[in-house]
């Protein structure tokens, strides 16, 4: 049995997806049972809380292995897991981390997923850790300026190659359903090096429409406006540092850790565009 943290989320419900369709058992955690709605049926429904230790014992009653995604900053719930996990016996964690960590020196926006990956090996159950770049989702928060014909571009010649969430999910899958991953460490990025600018422009593309794209005055700018009502200090220290170093790295890396374990190249930001179009 198979255990997905997140489940009714973005990655996680798409991973509940792939997993059933290969096959697999798979248990699904919710906090709320009514988000589980989109859920296939042959998902067995585990009501829980990685933030109540009390809940995890019958939630990881007889798992063998499991996907643990803990958004935001909070790292409790992944002690809670590993934990839970280690009582129950469970033999693999795939663990979703941030490809953040590896800067030199390390972000602000790297050291939360770093405790977390330090939780994880200091669990004793073999692991494996995925590092996600920039998801093409983020995308998504474009909405409201598209509104006004424009986009503000955070990091004007900064190259990054952000990946698709639905590949980050079918990653997963293959990890989870495969043997020989223990220890193993990958970086996921999307299959091309690109531009914020880039980005805007092959969205303008798909949906067939004229978008500006601003550049921002600072960094600051850019929190401001993701965050009207204002963003945690500690949070938005850390936007500010990752979108001055973005703006900075004009060459960009790309791994092809993705595209290697799906035998198959990974997700353009074309490709997300032309499936998404119908978000904007």
């Not at 001055?244 to 850790?257: I, L």
């Amino acid at each position: 049995m198979l255990l997905v943290t997140g489940a009714t989320g973005n990655i996680g419900s798409q991973l509940v997806r792939a997993l059933v369709g290969a096959g697999a058992d798979v248990r699904a955690l919710t906090r709320d049972p009514a988000r589980a709605a989109g859920l296939p049926p042959q998902a067995e429904l585990a009501v829980g809380d990685l933030g109540e230790p009390s809940t995890l014992p019958a939630v990881f009653a007889g798992i063998e292995r499991f996907f643990l995604l803990t958004p935001g900053m909070v790292t409790v719930n992944v002690a809670n897991a590993v934990a839970a996990a280690r009582e129950a016996g469970v033999r693999h964690v795939v663990h979703l981390s941030s490809s953040n960590v590896l800067g030199d020196p390390m972000p602000l926006m790297g050291r939360w997923h770093h405790e977390r990956e330090e939780m994880v090996r200091a669990s004793g159950i073999p692991f494996t850790i995925l590092r996600a770049g920039g998801f093409m989702s983020n995308a998504l928060e474009w909405r409201d300026s598209l509104r006004e014909g424009y986009v503000l571009d955070p990091s004007g010649p900064g190259r990054y190659a952000p990946i698709d969430t639905a590949d980050i999910a079918a990653v997963a899958a293959v990890v989870l359903t495969s043997d020989g991953h223990e220890g193993a460490e990958y970086v996921l990025d999307g299959g091309e090096l690109t531009t914020c600018a880039e980005q805007v422009k092959t969205l303008g593309d798909v949906l067939g429409r004229e978008i500006e794209v601003r550049q921002a005055a600072s960094p600051e700018e850019v929190v401001r406006a993701r965050f009207a009502a204002g963003a945690p200090k500690v949070l938005a220290d850390a936007l500010v540092e990752a979108y001055t170093r973005a703006r900075a790295d004009v060459t960009g890396s790309r791994s092809d850790d993705a595209a290697r374990l799906l035998g198959r190249p990974a997700a353009t930001f074309r490709d997300w565009c032309e499936r998404n179009a119908g978000l904007f």
